[in-house]
């Protein structure tokens, strides 16, 4: 596979932010809409996951890809039977995620995010090595919160809250009450082997399993996921999730303890075996030096 091909895939498949994906050939790419329930669909195209809620209310958008998506985002949401969108929430600051911004921003949509996410945007910043610009006015959300708020429409009461972040200091879920259904963002990436915990971007974790905990209380075995990353999952997924992460934790913590430098405890190989996609984007040393990192408490800001 030559580097455009490689780019490419990495662009389609995986969590990646930044200059890789802005330069990423994106002409191919088909964005695809799926009908969850009644006024709430995924769209799958290149980056995270879009969630939609739409009917009589107006359309709101979860998360936008990039920017040359931008066109092609509006024809599948159109498909559905929806009307323009209204309001757009970002999950968190990365790219893979908020890159139509400034197209939905100039399109008069107002945008909903974390405070930490407008701040970030605003600042710019290494993602996994890759610098992000920072954003332009138009493209920074417009209404932020701490904690949370809730959306009240097309016959559902949508929570938006912030557990406390993990993959990044910013990290809300989305919530559909009635229609059960949950968006994680980048807080579960399904079948995408190792979580990426961006630390220089406040990620961290412990905090990661601990958002994971709220979205378990959340959820029940009827609760349809879209996560951040891959396929539409459920609740045995994240509990799968959430133990493959606290395992990883509890054995690279081991060795901190016993008083191993993080040299050390790469070479030892902790996590061997324990991935569910073993050629994931996150590989195992990244993931042994992310818990290792977020154990001595560094935050980047
Ligand atoms: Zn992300």
Redesign the pocket.
Known sequence: MNYRRLILAMALTL?L?GAAQAQADLSNVQVRAERIKPGVAVLFGSG?NIGVSYGEDGTVLIDDEFAPLTARIQAAIAGLGASPVKFLVNT?W?A??TGGNENFGKAGVTIFAQDNVRVRMAAGGLVNGARTEPAPKVALPVVTYETGLTFHLNGDTIDVIHTGGG??DGDSLIYWRNANVLHT??MMMHRSGFP?V?VNSGGNVGHLISSIDQMIALTNADTVIIP?HGPLADRAALLAWRGMIATAKERVERLKDQGRTLAQAKAAKPLAGLSNAPNGFVSDDAFVEAIWVSAEGHHHH
């Open positions: 969590p932010a995270g968190h990365h893979d995620h993959h990044t963002g980048d990426f961006d951040g």
